[in-house]
Every structure is written in structure tokens, then in C-alpha cells.
């Protein structure tokens, strides 16, 4: 072995032994990994977000002779079958029925890519089945779902985390360690930011209320406040108040970035927003849309308000994608932008860091190698009960309080 690196050492893995390179901590120092044995991955749901996310990350690895995807499900056959070519092995079996998948006690992996009301009973028969589990986000359509999750995952002592890739975007990651670092103190006010201005998506079942559970809250806004969450490392709500709104789903002629929306299909809002208090007296504003008559847009993105300094996502224009921290320091106030390109770093053989990428490195380490996740379900868990809570209290006009 011979160091690589920030400290990292390098191993021979399966295959052809091409060295991984992921992250370190999280503000981006990184080491090169090796994965030690070849995982057999099964895909559970072959839509947008498989194919859009899931699956050509994973390809890499697989093409690295890390994991072999074998199996896909889909209860539209002909998508897993497409998807087993495109993918798979060879011999890769296809099914519409996730349960038979499940029988094959040669699979390691499973991958649950499915509309949100189905997270919840996939991930714990995958994980009761001796599954390990990446399940998408969000956790589940309610805390009850999520919680039969997280306890699925404790009494079978298999993996569990979910799909919140944006926090390995490089931004995120470097602001996590300024927050770690203490450069704000204590962060006391935040707001989670998850503003699209027409940008509803019209595909699928995103306006299916019954199967996602809701809209934008709960399909970009869990994003947001995941983010937030995980900077100011806060799990602890005590009260929530929301609003939910439903003004903009009934109009034609949209100028929606995808075409207009079918006004009798679009059963969810277009727009909720939170006001969350935690348990140490802090508080958060999750404003969260598809459809909003505003200027002001900004998705996966934080404001950070801490008693030191603060911090936002956005970049020396003053728009999304970037990083800004403030603060005074020797009698000025100053502002701090930091250079967040690649530097010249390769990863997976020349190209650009993608935090979809990184997000199943982490994961295929911590069941090869038993590193730490990321996304922990425990936290995944407390985004939903939040984002849950925001819903109750717009329907019932009455704060939430959470034990």
C-alpha cells in the first residue's frame, strides 16, 4: 500500500482495480477509497429518477467492477426491461413484482426508486429480506411510514440511507465545515430555500397527491431543509406552523418550463412554506415552490444566521451556486467567497465531481468497508416529520408541537 493523497492508502479492489476517489470530510478533502468485494445491486422502480440519477451513477462502479447490477423491477415491464439492457449484466432478470426480486438472496443492494407512498413498505421488506438499502428522497409520505423504516433498519442491523445527494455538491460541503469550524457560532435563524418560479413538473405522478404525498414541499423543499438541518446539526423541532397553497394549479396557458400542466390531473399545491422553532430556541423558514410569482428563485439552498458570522449559497453576483460568508472581523464588516472549482482534482478518471456520484461511493464504502454514512435515516426521519407537520398545520390553521 502506498499513501494517496490527503492521507488516504490505496488497495487493489474486484475487477480491474481502478482506484475510487471520494470525499473526506466534508469540506472536500478527499481520499482515494478502494472497494473491496463486488456487490450485487437490485433496482426497484426504473422512472425518472432511477434513470435520471441512480443508475448511470452507479454504472461507473460497475464498469470499475465494483457492484453488478442484476436484477430491475418495475410494474410497467417493458421500463425494466430497457433498463436491464442499458445496465445490466447480462444475464440481469427482470420482474414486476419487487417482492420476487427480493427472494434472490444473492442481492446486496437494493436501490428503492419508486413514487414516495411506496418508500416506506419496499425499503422495510428489502431491509427484512437482508437487504441493504439506498432509498430516494424523501423518507417516506409521513413520519409513521418513516419511522416503520427506521426501525426496520435497527432490528436488522442492514444499511439505510436516503437519496439527499445535494449535500455533496461542493458549496454544500464547504459550508458544512465553516459550520463545523464554528466560523458562524452558534446559528440561531435559518431559512431553507426551494423557489422555482414555473418549473412544475408535469411527468409521472409528481402531481399525483395520493402517490407523492404532496408537491413541491415535499419533492424539493425536503432538499432544502435537509440541507439546513444538516449545517446548523439541529434535529431537534419543538413547534411548526405552515400554510399551503393551491392557486396557480387550475390555470392554462402557464409558461411552466415543461409545458403546460393538465389542470385536472394537478392535485397538489403549488406552494407551502414553514416556520419552524427548535427545541434550543432557533428557527427556520422553509419557503418551497413550483409555481410562484416571484423573482427571487433559489432551490437546495440555505441561509445560515449564526452569532459569529453567516453564510448563503449564492456567488459573487449575488445568484445561486456558490458560497458567501460573512461577518466582521478587525472592526470591518467583510464577505468571503471562496473558490469552489475542481482544481484540476479528477475524479472518476477526469470528470467533474457529481454528488449523485458521490453520494454511491459513501454508500457502497460503508457496506463494503463500514465507513460512516452521509445521510443518516435518523435525520432523514426528522425531515419528514417536519415537512409532515407543515401539511397538519395548514390543514388544521394550528401549530404542530413535536416530543
Not at 292 to 308: H, S
Amino acid at each position: 500500500m502506498r499513501p494517496v493523497g490527503t492521507g488516504g492508502v490505496e488497495k487493489r479492489g474486484p475487477g480491474n482495480g481502478t482506484p475510487l476517489k471520494m470525499p473526506g470530510d466534508p469540506s472536500g478533502n478527499r481520499k482515494e477509497v478502494f472497494m473491496e468485494k463486488k456487490v450485487r445491486v437490485g433496482i426497484i422502480g426504473c422512472g425518472g429518477i432511477a434513470n435520471g440519477k441512480h443508475l448511470p451513477s452507479i454504472k461507473k462502479l460497475a464498469d470499475q467492477g465494483i457492484l453488478e447490477i442484476v436484477a430491475f423491477c418495475d410494474l410497467i415491464e417493458e421500463k425494466a426491461v430497457k433498463a436491464a439492457k442499458e445496465y445490466g449484466t447480462p444475464d440481469a432478470k427482470v420482474y414486476t413484482d419487487y417482492k420476487e426480486l427480493l427472494k434472490d438472496e444473492s442481492i446486496e443492494s437494493i436501490h428503492v426508486c419508486t413514487p414516495n407512498r411506496s418508500h416506506s413498505f419496499i425499503t422495510v421488506d428489502a431491509l427484512h429480506a437482508g437487504k441493504n438499502v439506498i432509498c430516494e428522497k424523501p423518507m417516506a409520505i409521513n413520519s409513521a411510514e418513516a419511522k416503520k423504516m427506521l426501525d426496520a433498519a435497527k432490528e436488522t442491523g442492514k444499511i439505510l440511507t436516503i437519496g439527499y445527494q445535494n449535500r455533496q455538491r461542493p458549496e454544500c460541503r464547504y459550508l458544512k465545515a465553516t459550520c463545523e469550524d464554528g466560523v458562524l457560532g452558534e446559528v440561531y435563524y435559518a431559512k431553507a430555500h426551494a423557489i422555482r418560479r414555473r418549473a412544475v413538473p408535469t411527468w409521472g405522478v409528481f402531481l399525483n397527491e395520493y402517490e407523492q404525498g404532496g408537491g413541491p414541499l415535499i419533492d424539493i423543499g425536503t432538499h432544502a431543509l435537509d440541507l439546513t438541518l444538516w449545517m446548523m446539526d439541529n434535529y431537534k423541532p419543538k413547534m411548526v406552523v405552515g400554510s399551503v397553497y393551491k392557486k396557480l394549479g387550475d390555470q392554462t396557458n402557464t409558461a411552466n418550463a415543461w409545458g403546460d400542466w393538465d389542470p385536472k390531473e394537478y392535485t397538489v399545491e403549488d406552494s407551502a412554506f414553514g416556520f419552524i422553532t427548535m427545541e434550543n430556541g432557533a428557527t427556520i423558514v422553509l419557503e418551497s415552490s413550483w409555481a410562484l410569482n416571484t423573482l427571487d428563485v433559489e432551490e437546495a439552498a440555505t441561509t445560515l444566521c449564526g452569532v459569529l458570522g453567516g453564510a448563503d449559497m449564492k456567488n459573487a453576483e449575488g445568484k445561486p451556486g456558490g458560497a458567501r460568508i460573512n461577518g466582521v472581523k478587525h472592526g470591518r464588516q467583510f464577505v468571503e467567497i471562496p473558490d469552489l472549482q475542481a482544481g484540476g482534482v479528477a475524479f472518476y478518471d477526469g470528470a467533474s465531481e457529481n454528488p449523485a456520484e458521490i453520494e454511491q461511493i459513501i454508500y457502497y464504502n460503508a457496506i463494503t468497508k463500514g465507513t460512516e454514512l452521509c445521510v443518516k435515516p435518523e435525520q432523514a426521519f426528522v425531515v419528514t416529520q417536519i415537512l409532515e407537520a407543515i401539511y397538519e398545520s395548514a390543514k388544521t390553521g394550528k401549530p404542530v408541537y413535536l416530543d
